[in-house]
């Protein structure tokens, strides 16, 4: 790669990329004059001195280094850690300057790639901005040169771990024990085989997984055990692929309640759950009203998981039927265990790979009237190809990714003939570019 000049040169930022990074053009009488360059820790608004970090053949980019004139939308982050660590990027944006920011990232999306455009844009859900954050996956690095084991989050250059004392948006009783996670590996005779840490809490229990390339000795073992005693984390163990984890001691039931619906999910270590508690009741109020379930009417529930929204579904369509579709199948065993223990037998429950040819599986054929769909990043392009789209009577769409969202809704808009309700933002990743957001599509009308 072709070395380039690092002088610190004056940048006028002229808008917000999608991962959080200030937009700008390098000034008259520059090399790259006029070329795209995205500016780490700048705003809308903002003048900055700029050293250029990276080259490519569409855009460049750069790191700031002194705010020269500040938009009146910053702030001062509250982590120590921010600049450096990956996490977060948008600590120093005013909160409701960021939910704006996420708004208009989906509303551009939209139209750009799905060239479709909502005739409402919901009011977006927010709730608490720090503290929330209860599943997620630490990364462990023995540093040589410091004489120390990190334990954190990557770096904002993904090459590096962050050597974090704390987290602000992870919960508290583990975002502030950082420093002592990591003392515990750094002590640890494995500390060098340890690779990972998960974490993932319930109502009532906070988990830790530790992954572990070697055999752990009978000190290491004991060691971690007092550490979860000590700080009241169960402790669980990984020496392999996922079906391997296995607690430490005793094991210890992982579960929280959605008190609304009068649920209860349990769950094991690495399952998928939403990161933030408090922000997953209000969107799954929001998914079920705008859903708007009718009196006996047929629900179908795909990429359900543990039955996040299918459960409550199930407790407000009592007299009709809901079928959740999920493709792990340890999630559809532990979705089904779940109908049981809250005494649901209005549920049903199926194993399938939604990306693959579903012609033969029946649940397929068994028409529904209501369609919910949470896929991953990805999107659900392949499994709204297959649905028989024409006898729902409502579409509703969460997303954890604006560009899978707009290209599935330009299929579903410009193709199969819906329209496009509703749509809106969901904070669930406060202080983050992490865009979570909800659709509401109706059918083409009948003549």
């Not at 040589?144 to 987290?167: I, M, S, Y």
Request: net charge neutral; glycine share 8%; with cysteine.
């Amino acid at each position: 790669m072709a070395r380039f000049d690092q002088t610190p040169t004056t940048l006028t930022i002229s808008d917000l990329s999608h991962d959080g990074r200030g937009v700008a053009r390098w000034p008259q009488g520059h090399p790259q004059a006029g070329k795209t360059v995205f500016v780490a820790g700048a705003l809308p608004g903002e003048t900055v001195l700029a050293r250029q970090t990276a080259r490519s053949r569409h855009f460049d980019e750069a790191q700031t280094l002194e705010v020269l004139t500040a938009s009146p939308d910053r702030v001062v982050p509250r982590c120590p850690h921010f600049g450096t660590c990956g996490g977060c990027v948008l600590q120093h944006l005013a909160e409701d300057r960021q939910i704006a920011y996420k708004q208009q990232v989906l509303l551009d999306n939209l139209q750009r790639i799905g060239h479709v455009a909502p005739q409402q844009v919901l009011p977006p859900l927010r709730a608490e901005a720090w503290g929330y954050r209860r599943k997620g996956r630490l990364s462990v690095r023995r540093v040589e040169k410091k004489d120390k084991t990190l334990v954190g989050f990557r770096e904002q250059d993904p090459r590096f771990v962050a050597d974090l004392r704390e987290c602000h948006t992870v919960i508290p009783e583990l975002g502030l024990k950082l420093a002592a996670l990591g003392a515990l590996v750094d002590g640890l005779a494995a500390r060098r085989d340890i690779p990972q840490i998960e974490f993932i809490a319930g109502d009532d229990a906070i988990a830790l997984v530790f992954r572990h390339l070697q055999p752990l000795s009978e000190r290491d073992r004991a060691a971690l055990a007092a550490f979860g005693q000590e700080h009241g984390f169960a402790i669980f163990l990984q020496p392999g692929g996922v079906d391997s984890v296995h607690p430490l001691t005793d094991d210890v039931p992982l579960a929280f309640r959605l008190p609304q619906w009068d649920v209860v999910l349990e769950f094991r270590p690495l399952d998928f759950i939403q990161v933030n508690a408090r922000l997953n009741e209000m969107m799954i109020a929001r998914a079920l009203d705008l859903l708007e379930v009718q009196p006996g009417e047929r629900v179908l529930d795909l990429f359900c998981g543990l039955g996040n929204f299918t459960l409550p579904l199930a407790r407000v369509c009592r007299d009709g039927q809901v079928v959740g579709v999920e493709g792990d199948t340890g999630l559809v065993a532990r979705a089904r265990h779940n109908a049981r223990r809250n005494g649901l037998d209005n549920v049903q429950f199926h194993a399938a790979d939604l990306a693959q040819d579903l012609a033969g599986q029946p649940w397929l054929k068994a028409g529904f009237d209501r369609l919910l769909l949470d896929p991953a990043r990805a999107g659900a392009i392949e499994v709204l190809r297959q649905l028989p789209l024409n006898g729902l009577q409502r579409i509703v769409y969460v997303s954890c990714h604006p560009g899978s969202l707009a290209r599935d809704a330009g299929f579903l808009v410009n193709d199969a003939g819906w329209t496009l309700r509703a749509a809106g933002v969901m904070d669930m990743f406060p202080h983050t570019a992490h865009v979570e957001s909800i659709a509401v599509f109706d059918p083409p009308r009948r003549r």
